[in-house]
């Protein structure tokens, strides 16, 4: 097993460590379900993506900025009123958009990064996961981008 932690090629094995040293394969069966964790872990990845791209459309969608004919509207509506326009709650619903963005990229850093490092592991049914996952991911949740 030591020989197979400096393997620099990819090999098909049933045998691999994964991530950290408490997850360590030694069977089909341990590595047909390392696959499949590995296949979720890039299912999710590609839902993040799709989940960030989502809440950046209904922000931009929500917060749209006035243009100067809507102003020029507002204005004429309240010309005797002295309130400002009706975009005083905007600027605390663009920070908890924001949060949520940064919220979703951390989760997508981590996710990503776990998947590449399994996939340094240089085993070849791991590297499979992840392409499969990737594909499914994306076949899944892309579809849900046209979703209104």
């Not at 030591?2 to 089909?28: C, G, K, N, Y």
């Not at 209904?58 to 243009?67: E, G, R």
């Not at 005083?88 to 619903?93: A, E, Q, Y």
Request: aromatic residues 14%; glycine residues 6%.
């Amino acid at each position: 097993m030591r020989s197979l932690l400096f393997q620099m090629h990819f090999i098909f094995s049933d045998e691999a460590v994964l991530l950290f040293d408490f997850w360590s394969v030694h069977s089909p069966t341990g590595m047909a379900l390392s696959v499949l964790v590995i296949l979720l872990l890039a299912v999710l990845y590609e839902s993040i993506k799709v989940g960030k791209a989502r809440l950046l459309y209904q922000a931009l969608m929500n917060l749209s900025i006035p243009t100067s004919q809507q102003l020029i509207e507002a204005a004429d509506q309240d010309s005797s009123s002295s309130d400002s326009l009706p975009v005083s709650r905007s600027p605390l619903r663009w920070f908890l958009c924001h949060f949520g963005q940064s919220l979703l990229h951390v989760a997508q850093v981590v996710v990503g990064y776990f998947v590449m490092l399994a996939v340094m592991s240089y085993n070849t049914w791991i590297f499979f996961g992840v392409v499969l996952g990737s594909g499914v991911g994306y076949y899944l949740a892309y579809p849900l981008l046209s979703m209104t």
